[in-house]
């Protein structure tokens, strides 16, 4: 079993501190109307957009063994990320902070037919109630976590053959640097990145395969220019009455999301 340091290492440190630079201000954050941190489950939810060869879906499926088996999702949300390793997975196990995004991982996996288990609330915190599965995947949820250590961990704990992971080059509120600028005078960060990531996993003794690859698709709700204004708007901590504003300023600098992932595996060690 990896071991972690004494207290976390100077990568770890790293990670933690750069991505602390990404707390909205105080002042700013007091006159939000809703947190702005939170996800639409729309963006999330599995739809014919799914597309079952990205890099992370085939990377995980080469270690599923080919008669069946079951995969954890961490950070489910809808179920994108474990949907597309149906089959050869036979059963799923989500988990979620939120109810209603295991709600709709229920819904996919009824939808395709697929055994399914959920466990409701924050990693690694919910860890001790969680089962180990062949495979742990983790989409979209690194830069969501400061305290990169025990997180990954935990997710190596309960993975029998193999985690994957994918996440952005860089953080994935980048896109909206340009809009800080302009509705709040606000500079936002420049890190930390996919190898600040690397570091922290090969700093704990894990040796993790990386590579970057084309984004797989979004699903249709992404693309939805009202939802891209309700989004952008909770991003940014502005109010709804500043929605017309916002649609001109983004139909004069079209939000530019990153178009690459990186795909990160390594070695389990679950053994229950």
Known sequence: MVEPAVGPGPAALRWAERLGEWAVPQHILDQAPVPPWAHDVATFTVDESLDRDTTSARWAREVLPPSGGTVLDVGCGGGRSSLALVPPATELIGVDQSEAMLQAFVEACARAGVARRTVQGRWPDVAPDTPVADVVVCHHVFYNVADLVPFVLALTDHARLAVVVELPPRH?????????RHFWGVERPDGPTDAD????????GLDPEATRSPRGPLARSVSDPAAAVASARRRLCLTPDRDDELAAYLAEHPLVWMSEVTTLRWAGEGTV
């Open 172 to 180: 994935p509120q980048s896109a909206l640097n340009d809009a800080w």
């Open 197 to 204: 990531a690397v570091a922290v996993l090969r700093e704990i």
